[in-house]
Antibody, heavy 121, light 108 residues
Framework: QVQLQESGPGLVKPSETLSLTCAVT?????????WSWVRQSPGKGLEWIGE???????NYDPSLRSRVTISMDISKNLLSLKLTSVTAADTAVYYC??????????????WGPGTLVTASS | VLTQSPGTLSLSPGERATLSCRAS???????LAWYQQKPGQAPRLLIY???SRATGVPDRFSGGGSGTDFTLTISRLEPEDFAVYYC???????????FGQGTKLEIK
């Protein structure tokens, strides 16, 4: 059974960079073509941040594209998220998620438990 | 944009629930997914590819629809089904994913 676990600082100062990793166990990140990061502000809905493929290509939400980088380290079985110039609006629970393996369909079938990141001085 | 309705749905166990998800433009039905989220938990995939139940999802959950209008139906509500439900879509390969704002299903 695949398991995902996010980790990183729970507190980031405004204007600094948020850096998170997602460790994948029970399978390889190279088993599935695409993986995503999703966030959820307190009491709000889900917001897709971006995705990375096993070939190294990435796509981002237009609202975050100028500040976000998502990457994959196949040798370490890790996904990474970097978000620069954070503000209070970036305070959220951040999730990593695996895309379903069925071609031509969409859905995220495995999720990490999430990690709360607070942007505050 | 994905618009879910109603915002809150109050029903009793044993009743049938129909949740709506409307897209601002036509969506390929296989690019539509539904999730359930309970407080303090990560979302759980219920339906992917528009109509396929994810592993372990009871058959009382079903997805349907086409074009711009999609539905998640729970045929007979169990106590554990009361949660928030989100739809998700992607308009095309390499396009951004979007989520609906959620429907809260509460016990009447």
């Amino acid at each position: 059974q695949v398991q995902l676990q996010e980790s990183g600082p729970g507190l980031v100062k405004p204007s600094e960079t948020l850096s998170l990793t997602c460790a994948v166990t029970g399978g390889s990140v190279s088993d599935i073509n695409w993986w995503s990061w999703v966030r959820q502000s307190p009491g709000k809905g889900l917001e897709w941040i971006g995705e990375v493929s096993r070939s190294g290509s990435a796509n981002y939400d237009p609202s975050l594209r100028s500040r976000v980088t998502i990457s994959m380290d196949i040798s370490k079985n890790l996904l990474s998220l970097k978000l620069t110039s954070v503000t209070a609006a970036d305070t959220a629970v951040y999730y990593c998620a695996r895309h379903v393996a069925v071609p031509t369909t969409r859905g995220f079938d495995f999720w990490g438990p999430g990690t709360l990141v607070t942007a505050s001085s | 944009v994905l618009t879910q309705s109603p915002g809150t749905l109050s029903l009793s166990p044993g009743e049938r629930a129909t949740l709506s998800c409307r897209a601002s433009q036509s969506v390929k039905s296989t690019y539509l997914a539904w999730y359930q989220q309970k407080p303090g938990q990560a979302p759980r995939l219920l339906i992917y590819g528009g109509t396929s139940r994810a592993t372990g999802v009871p058959d009382r959950f079903s997805g349907g629809g086409s074009g711009t209008d999609f539905t998640l139906t729970i045929s007979r509500l169990e106590p554990e089904d009361f949660a928030v439900y989100y739809c998700q879509q992607q308009y095309g390969v390499s396009r951004p994913y979007t989520f609906g704002q959620g429907t809260k299903l509460e016990i009447k």
